[in-house]
Protein backbone atom coordinates (compact mmCIF):
# COMPACT_ATOMS: atom_id res chain seq x y z
CA UNK A 1 0.00 0.00 0.00
CA UNK A 2 1.57 3.62 -0.85
CA UNK A 3 1.03 6.03 1.46
CA UNK A 4 -0.30 8.96 0.40
CA UNK A 5 0.93 12.68 1.15
CA UNK A 6 -1.92 13.74 2.77
CA UNK A 7 -1.58 10.14 5.09
CA UNK A 8 2.39 11.00 5.75
CA UNK A 9 1.40 14.42 6.83
CA UNK A 10 -0.84 13.18 9.51
CA UNK A 11 1.35 10.30 10.69
CA UNK A 12 3.60 13.70 11.17
CA UNK A 13 1.45 15.63 12.80
CA UNK A 14 0.37 12.37 14.69
CA UNK A 15 4.38 12.40 16.19
CA UNK A 16 4.46 15.34 17.02
CA UNK A 17 1.55 15.59 19.49
CA UNK A 18 3.07 12.58 21.23
CA UNK A 19 6.12 14.26 21.66
CA UNK A 20 4.24 17.24 22.97
CA UNK A 21 2.40 14.90 25.29
CA UNK A 22 5.58 13.08 26.57
CA UNK A 23 7.31 15.94 27.21
CA UNK A 24 4.80 17.51 29.31
CA UNK A 25 3.76 14.07 31.78
CA UNK A 26 6.02 11.51 30.24
CA UNK A 27 4.84 9.16 33.35
CA UNK A 28 2.02 9.52 35.94
CA UNK A 29 0.63 7.43 39.31
CA UNK A 30 -3.38 7.39 40.36
CA UNK A 31 -3.90 5.26 43.22
CA UNK A 32 -0.80 3.23 42.98
CA UNK A 33 -1.17 2.38 39.47
CA UNK A 34 1.02 4.37 37.20
CA UNK A 35 1.44 4.90 33.29
CA UNK A 36 4.40 5.29 31.11
CA UNK A 37 4.03 7.05 28.15
CA UNK A 38 5.97 5.90 25.05
CA UNK A 39 9.54 6.21 24.48
CA UNK A 40 11.23 9.80 23.92
CA UNK A 41 13.90 8.25 21.40
CA UNK A 42 11.17 6.80 19.32
CA UNK A 43 9.43 9.46 18.81
CA UNK A 44 11.96 11.02 17.75
CA UNK A 45 13.05 8.64 15.60
CA UNK A 46 9.28 8.85 13.89
CA UNK A 47 9.23 12.37 13.41
CA UNK A 48 12.62 12.35 11.76
CA UNK A 49 11.34 9.46 9.55
CA UNK A 50 7.96 10.63 8.64
CA UNK A 51 9.79 14.35 7.99
CA UNK A 52 11.48 12.70 5.36
CA UNK A 53 8.29 10.97 4.04
CA UNK A 54 6.46 14.41 3.66
CA UNK A 55 9.61 16.26 2.10
CA UNK A 56 10.07 13.01 -0.64
CA UNK A 57 6.48 12.87 -1.28
CA UNK A 58 6.12 16.65 -1.73
CA UNK A 59 8.94 16.76 -4.20
CA UNK A 60 6.62 14.29 -6.33
CA UNK A 61 3.31 16.15 -5.56
CA UNK A 62 4.98 19.50 -7.66
CA UNK A 63 3.87 19.63 -11.19
CA UNK A 64 6.89 18.59 -13.51
CA UNK A 65 7.71 21.86 -16.24
CA UNK A 66 8.46 20.68 -19.78
CA UNK A 67 10.33 22.43 -22.42
CA UNK A 68 10.32 21.89 -25.64
CA UNK A 69 13.07 23.01 -27.82
CA UNK A 70 12.47 22.42 -31.69
CA UNK A 71 13.33 24.55 -35.08
CA UNK A 72 10.91 26.31 -36.86
CA UNK A 73 11.69 24.73 -40.10
CA UNK A 74 8.46 23.87 -42.29
CA UNK A 75 6.90 26.82 -40.79
Same mark, same amino acid.
Given at each position: ?????????? #??????????????? #????????????????????????????????? #????? %??? %?????????
Amino acid at each position: MAISLTEARE #QLDAWLAASKAVASN #QSYSINGRSLTRADAGEIQSQIEFWEKRVLTLS #QFSKP %IRR %IVVGTTKGL
